[in-house]
């Protein structure tokens, strides 16, 4: 009995000091809204890229299709933020620490190469590498951040990873399997770290 409670004792001590060196600020709710602001971003781009929408020029057509990512990306970041900002101010962690830092580093290369790539792939006119590189790297910075974060972040970034290779050999598709990685991946992951770290 005693060699029980010893074990269970050093367990609760080893997830103590698990959690002690991760960034729990990350809201559920938040990565949920930006699974649904990517799903309404593809909505719009598929239908500009399907003639549902417009009718536009091609040039119109990229330049409509960079401005959705960009508001894709600046809304995301907003509501992760501001609603990061409301859980740290609820649960007394400070928003910005070194668990923070380290999280946010973790996370900031694959994202910022992947990117980069995005750019270049844009430059050069190869558009369907887009979608799939995107979905590539936000894989790895999930697996990249997992440590400092939500351990649940490392199953989100291989299922994100695995998608995005998927989608490399099927161009056609490459705007659904991002959908899915950003849209309802996210959804699901969000509510789930929601239910079980935030109820």
């Not at 299709?65 to 907003?78: E, G, K, T, Y």
């Amino acid at each position: 009995m005693n060699k029980d409670k010893a074990i269970q004792d050093l367990r609760e001590i080893t997830n103590i000091i698990d959690k002690s060196k991760r960034y729990t600020s990350i809201s559920g709710i938040s990565v949920v809204a930006a699974g649904f602001i990517a799903l309404v971003g593809t909505y719009f781009s598929l239908g500009i890229l399907k003639d549902e929408i417009g009718p536009f020029a091609p040039a119109e057509k990229e330049l409509l299709l960079v401005s959705i990512a960009a508001a894709i990306l600046v809304l995301s970041l907003i509501v992760m933020f501001s609603m990061s900002a409301y859980k740290s101010q609820k649960t007394g962690e400070k928003l910005w620490n070194e668990k923070a830092k380290k999280c946010v580093s973790a996370f900031f290369y694959p994202i910022a190469t992947g990117g980069l790539l995005a750019f270049m792939s844009y430059y050069y006119h190869f558009y369907d590498f887009i979608p799939s590189s995107q979905l590539i790297f936000y894989g790895l910075a999930c697996i990249a951040g997992s440590p400092f974060s939500f351990k649940e972040f490392k199953v989100l970034g291989i299922l994100c990873l695995i998608l995005g290779v998927i989608s490399l050999v099927h161009f056609p598709y490459n705007y659904v399997y991002w959908a899915a990685g950003f849209g309802v991946l996210n959804i699901v992951y969000g509510f789930y770290i929601h239910f079980k770290y935030e109820k």
